[in-house]
């Protein structure tokens, strides 16, 4: 039976390998093992190898435990910020009003009252 392709954009998939990578990578330097770190983070050694190679079957819960098993977990939390969702900051911005008025100040209308 062949491998069938993924439905992920290449993006998605190469920044998961990379978080993986990364994951393995930072468990590494600290010189801990796979069997160990899966302890820590609940999981298997072998769920665990998956994520490293960035799996996109794991589960994010496996990836956010082991960041904050190797204590970069805080990291986690900066990944949709909105200081850094550009793309929305310009849509609101554009959404914003072209001229401000003082509050209270009523309208000019073209219509005249008698």
Do not use: C, F, W
Not at 15 to 42: F, V, Y
């Amino acid at each position: 039976m062949g491998r069938r392709a993924s439905p992920l954009p290449i993006p998605v998939r190469r920044a998961l390998r990379k978080l993986g990578a990364d994951i393995r990578d930072a468990r590494r330097r600290r010189r801990i093992s796979i069997e160990l770190l899966a302890q820590r983070t609940l999981t298997t050694h072998v769920t665990l190898a998956k994520a490293e190679r960035g799996d996109p079957a794991v589960s994010i819960g496996v990836y956010a435990n082991a960041l904050y098993a190797l204590g970069l977990v805080d990291r986690l939390g900066l990944v949709a910020d909105r200081a850094y969702d550009e793309v929305g900051l310009d849509l609101q911005d554009e959404r914003l009003p072209k001229r401000a008025r003082r509050r209270g100040t009523p309208r000019r209308t073209d219509e005249v009252k008698e």
